[in-house]
Nanobody, 121 residues
Framework: QVQLVESGGGLSQPGGSLKLSCAAS????????MNWYRQAPGKQRELVAV???????NYADSVKGRFTISRDNSKNIVYLQMNSLKSDDTAVYYC???????????????WGQGTQVTVSS
C-alpha cells in the first residue's frame, strides 16, 4: 500500500509565504511524477505544479514566479514553496504521485488527503 501525506498548510496574510510538504511511503519502486493540485470552493481541481522523474518542471500560469516545486528523491518527498500569496491561492492543496510498486508493474496514481491553505488579512 502507498500513502501520500501532506503537511504545511495553514493561514497566511496576502504577500506571505507557506511551504507544503508531501511524503510518499509504502511499497514504492519508482516515482515518475509528483505534482501539486488545488481546488478552491465551487471550482474544479486544477494543476498547480509538476515535477517529473526526467527533471521536467511546469507551473500553472497563475503561480509562475511565485511558487517553486522541489523534490527530495531520496526520501520520496515533494515540496511546494509558495511566496507572495494572494487571496486567489486559497484552496485545498493535493499532492499527486504517479508511481510503480515493482519493476514490472504498471504505473499507478495516488492522491494525498489534501491540506487547506487560506490567504486572508
Amino acid at each position: 500500500q502507498v500513502q501520500l501525506v501532506e503537511s504545511g498548510g495553514g493561514l497566511s496574510q496576502p504577500g506571505g509565504s507557506l511551504k507544503l510538504s508531501c511524503a510518499a511511503s509504502g511499497s514504492i519502486f519508482k516515482i515518475y511524477a509528483m505534482n501539486w493540485y488545488r481546488q478552491a470552493p465551487g471550482k474544479q481541481r486544477e494543476l498547480v505544479a509538476v515535477s517529473t522523474i526526467g527533471g521536467t518542471i511546469n507551473y500553472a500560469d497563475s503561480v509562475k514566479g511565485r511558487f517553486t516545486i522541489s523534490r527530495d528523491n531520496s526520501k520520496n518527498i515533494v515540496y511546494l514553496q509558495m511566496n507572495s500569496l494572494k487571496s486567489d491561492d486559497t484552496a485545498v492543496y493535493y499532492c499527486y504521485a504517479q508511481l510503480s510498486r515493482g519493476e514490472f508493474q504498471q504505473r499507478e496514481e495516488y492522491w494525498g488527503q489534501g491540506t487547506q491553505v487560506t490567504v486572508s488579512s
